[in-house]
């Protein structure tokens, strides 16, 4: 297989749309030229990724993603070794390894799900062969798979990609190939491609990645952004080019703007990142370069430094300097609120509390680093908490020499000011004291490692990695908080991100919030867009999206949460001074939820700076019962046993809401394995694609409203709206308003807009889009300002469907409820049928549930009954029949027969339906319509059930009988399903 390495050129443009020249040029040999211009351009054999959640308005909103004419996508994880299409081999981090065109060897996996729509045909070492359409792998003995069409293989992450020669593979981080000619890879360590002409391509070298397209691609942001390639383009690796030795790799946009308004003489603070740790000759190269001194790091391999923009330029040109980054401010993200996550199921768990020695897991033995404005260990239910206490430092401008920072230890209390950190760290590990145990944290028995970082300038978040680096292992950390972003691109050359990276491969975890940029494609924390980091979102207390919380990119793997928790108006520590009510996205409701007495050392907030310390306790607990989890082990359980969140979407919550206890029990027990039923969630019945619909530029004048026209396409499932403008010191603060054909306002965006350079946006997002006419509407916030281009984009994300042979003759109403089921995941298609009027057995009722009706996993030490022994049954079973509310099927006993093979009837679904729906305190005044005729045949007990199932649309009559004991059907069950999503967003 043949590679053409063409130059990247990116363009980053000061002015939106407008064309301009390159002002700043970087290359991997030059460095950085200046050429008076405003845009900004580099190039380099392995160029520069651009790939996250960005803060920039692109054509393709969540960074870039291309895709050659024919090109395969491998989105995977680190150490991959993969050839090509004749006699390929994998091998992923969880023991996956296939051969062969026509024959594929699986060995040594766990929990593998294959299904195709021809069939599978097996052959086990005995020589006997099977034939199936679903089979699950779970014995690591070696297994011989034949079959042309339709094989998919799904590991431990539950989440499959699409291939189109029938092979699909997914390892522990996503593994996707599509397509026949060129190939495009990203996140990977040493891969190895043969090709089917035989030729082999060693992309361990510094020679780095190819997309190769047609015609060349082009894409132009409203914040300035544009990528462009004559015949095709060279990407980086997705570990950031560990493997290249020299050259600039990247630079920071932001600082590239800053560099351009400024004069040679100007000074500057910049982090440089080498592609090692810098040795004193480097460190004498910078002196010779005239800069006397910085800081350096004990593990990073960063440099920070103060010098002039003429100096900085030549330190662009030292072979070893990998990326430079200016020293930007971060932002923040900033009980029975917390019961969606299952944690108060936790502590009184007897099978964890016998391997915990008799006592409740609370995370003993396991430090969590808090990364933020410091933290009050004088706060009482702090108090013996805090193993350290830091207050980094910093002597970066300051005399001659490259020095260590000078970190700050044993400060009672880091945090006078703000109080974000001293909140975040209560989530974490507060013990309630104050309130009588009301308002503990979620690992009250963990210990804190307090790391002051101020006002999250980027010099001292460096150095608290630093810090955990050198020094964390001897408190037992092994995991730390982020409960901050930055308005920036996301770029694996990032300072940060090399650091993270650094952490997880040193055994602490690294959790970070989604951020509040709220609705709209792309608005995720470019920081928890790392692909070895866990990110969080956030709900309310009833697990209904927050406005606030980031999103990802619709229909992208790697841009989106982790998974969820709940963060609008929880309580937490109140610091000596506490502004943390006023940084969240909305004043905090103290009066609300706390009392007089509970005032003083408690305060509410909402954002996902307080739904990150959530999974971070979490991960204290889980460590505490199994300390030889890794990271990609811990986040691997994590999304497997989040609760699915219908209606929402991947790029929207993730793997779903936040499941404590189900985290901690397969943490403590292997065996028990939560979220089996995610690896057959994708039956190759369904695809979804998102697409530039229209791009759009005008004058915003003082009092005026600039309006465009968009016409959305009928199968829209999601569009975003979003605008951009500059430039840099742009005083003008624009707002954005999506408005039908009724003059209804449809969504609504006006941020605040300082003057940075990614801050001047606005974004709208709407689902499925009642109508297809509408309206952008564009002015100035309160009508104030001076005229203002800006330039606008519009994606649209569409789904299309595998034709289904057994749908045709149904109504409309029921083809759309068979499509929104499946589109959900709620429903799961059987090959090219749907077999609308089948009935639904038990199992595969209690199967549903868990899918579409919010029901946390659960499974048992041993089978809850006689006739359920298979671990996929068990897990949806036990699971409905633990539910907090106590069990769903009500006809049946632990320790008896579950019958799973029957049909579920109307009157049991009725009663599992509601009260999955937690709509139990309506049924004792809910009566039976008068009409009903044989109302008589429902057990008094359960007519309430019935009359609720009726009144929200989760059931219909069959004319005017419920007909309570006959089978439910699985279209029914597709719109009872549908009906559930709708009540839990209402």
């Known amino acids: 297989m043949t590679f053409r390495f063409i130059t990247c050129i990116l363009l980053l443009i000061v002015f939106g749309f407008n064309t301009v020249q390159a002002g700043i040029f970087v290359s991997e040999s030059n460095g950085i030229t200046l050429t008076g211009a405003n845009g900004i351009t580099l190039t380099g054999a392995d160029g520069i990724t651009l790939t996250g959640a960005d803060n920039f308005l692109n054509y393709r909103a969540n960074g870039i993603t291309l895709t050659g004419a024919d090109g395969i996508t491998l989105t995977g994880a680190d150490g991959i070794t993969l050839t090509g299409a004749d006699s390929s081999t994998y ?28 069939g599978i045909t097996l052959t086990g070492a005995d020589g006997v062969t099977r034939q199936a359409d679903s089979v699950m792998v779970r014995q690591p003995n070696g297994i011989t798979l034949t079959g042309a069409d339709g094989i998919t293989l799904t590991g431990a992450d539950g989440f499959q990609r699409v291939g189109e020669n029938g092979i699909t593979l997914t390892g522990a981080d996503g593994i996707t190939l599509t397509g026949a000619d060129g190939i495009t890879l990203t996140g990977a360590d040493g891969i190895t491609l043969t090709g089917a002409d035989g030729a082999i391509s060693n992309l361990t070298s510094p020679t780095g990645i190819t997309l190769t397209g047609a015609d060349g691609i082009t894409l132009t942001g409203a914040d300035g952004v544009t990528l462009t390639g004559a015949n095709g383009i060279t990407l980086t690796g997705a570990d950031g080019q560990q493997n290249r030795t020299n050259g600039l790799q990247s630079l920071d946009p932001e600082f590239a703007v800053r560099l351009n308004e400024l004069t040679d003489d100007s000074t500057v603070n910049a982090i440089v990142a080498f592609h090692r740790y810098p040795t004193e000759a480097d460190l004498t190269q910078l002196q010779q370069i005239g800069i006397t001194g910085g800081t350096k790091f004990r593990r990073l391999p960063f440099v920070a430094i103060t010098t002039t923009r003429s100096r900085l330029i030549a330190v662009s040109r030292l072979s070893q300097v990998r990326s430079i980054y200016g020293n930007r401010t971060l932002n923040f993200n900033a009980d029975p609120f917390l019961a969606q996550t299952g944690l108060s199921r936790v502590a009184p768990d007897s099978d964890l509390q016998i391997k915990n020695q008799g006592v409740p897991v609370s995370g003993r033995n396991v430090t969590v680093a808090v990364l933020d404005t410091g933290v009050n260990s004088q706060h009482s239910d702090l108090s013996g908490r805090v193993a350290q206490n830091v207050r980094l430092t910093d002597t970066q401008s300051a005399g001659a020499g490259f020095v260590y920072p000078v970190p700050v230890e044993n400060v009672p209390n880091t945090d006078p000011v703000s109080g974000h950190g001293t909140f975040v760290a209560g989530v974490v590990a507060g013990s ?13 028995g963990a210990r804190i490692l307090g790391l002051s970082a101020g006002d999250l300038n980027l010099t001292y978040v460096l150095s608290g990695f630093d810090y955990l680096l050198e020094r964390g292992a001897g408190y037992n950390v092994r995991v730390v908080n982020c409960s901050f972003s930055a ?11 090399i650091a993270t990276k650094l952490l997880t491969q040193n055994g602490i975890s690294v959790v970070f919030s989604a951020g509040n940029a709220g609705a709209g494609n792309a608005t995720l924390n470019p920081y928890a867009a790392a692909p070895w980091v866990i990110s969080v979102g956030a709900t309310d207390e009833r697990g209904k999206l927050a406005g606030f919380s980031s999103r990802g990119v619709f229909g992208n793997a790697q841009f989106s949460p982790t998974l969820v928790a709940p963060a609008v108006n929880i309580a937490s520590l109140r610091a000596t001074t506490s502004q943390t009510g006023i940084l969240g996205v909305a004043f905090g409701l103290d009066s609300s939820r706390l009392t007089p007495g509970e005032l003083p050392f408690y305060t509410t907030a909402s954002g996902t700076s307080f739904s990150a310390p959530q999974v971070a306790g979490a991960i204290a607990l889980m460590l505490e019962t199994n300390p030889s989890l890794n990271s990609s082990q811990i986040k691997d359980i994590l999304q497997r046993s989040a609760t699915p969140l219908p209606p929402y979407y991947r790029h929207e919550v993730g793997a779903g809401m936040l499941n404590v206890h189900a985290a901690v029990l397969e943490s403590a027990f292997p065996v028990r ?72 306002v449809r969504g609504a965006s006006n941020n605040l807009n300082v003057v940075e350079f990614t801050g001047k946006r606005e974004r709208i997002s709407i689902n499925t889009p009642s109508t297809q006419t509408m309206r952008a509407v564009v002015n100035h916030t309160a009508g104030i300002g001076t005229n203002q281009d800006f330039f606008g984009t519009v994606q649209v994300s569409r789904v299309q469907f595998a034709p289904l042979s057994d749908v045709q003759n149904l109504s409309p109403q029921m083809q759309t409820t068979i499509q929104d089921s499946i589109r959900s995941f709620l429903m799961l298609a059987d090959g090219n049928r749907f077999r609308p009027l089948s009935s639904v057995s038990r199992g595969e009722l209690a199967a549903a549930l868990i899918r579409g009706g919010r029901v946390p996993q659960y499974l048992a030490a041993n089978p809850l009954f006689s006739d359920v022994s298979d671990l ?73 059930y019935v009359a609720v199932a009726l009144q929200k649309g989760l059931l219909s009559l069959d004319g005017n009988s419920f007909a309570p004991n006959r089978a439910l059907t699985r279209i029914e069950l597709a719109q009872a399903l549908i009906g559930l999503s709708k009540i839990s967003i209402e």
Do not use: C
């Open 872 to 944: 996929t049954t068990r897990g949806a079973v036990e699971s409905v029949q633990n539910f907090p509310s106590g069990k769903l099927f009500v006809d049946v006993s632990n320790n008896s027969e579950f019958r799973p093979h029957n049909s579920a009837t109307k009157l049991v679904a009725a009663i599992a339906l509601v009260k999955a729906a937690n709509l139990q305190s309506l049924t004792n005044t809910a009566t039976l319509p008068v009409t009903v005729t044989d109302a008589a045949q429902i057990p008094t007990e359960w007519r309430g």
């Open 432 to 444: 309630g004291s104050a309130s009588g145990g009301k308002y503990n944290g979620v690992a009250p």
């Open 673 to 744: 394995k939560m979220g089996i039923f995610r690896s057959i969630l994708d039956r190759q019945s369904v695809r979804f694609t998102t697409s530039t619909l229209q791009n759009f530029n005008g004058t915003a004048y003082p009092g005026l409203n600039a309006v465009t026209n968009i016409q959305f396409p009928s199968d829209t499932v999601q569009a975003s709206v979003g605008i951009g403008w500059g430039n840099i010191f742009s005083p003008n603060d624009l707002a954005l308003k999506l408005v039908d054909a009724n003059d209804n």
């Open 487 to 497: 308005n920036t691109v996301f770029d694996y050359n990032d300072p940060v991100n």
């Open 91 to 118: 091998t992923g981090t969880n023991g996956i390894t296939l051969t062969g065109a026509d024959g594929i060897t699986l060995t040594g996996a766990d929990g593998i799900t294959l299904t195709g729509a021809d």
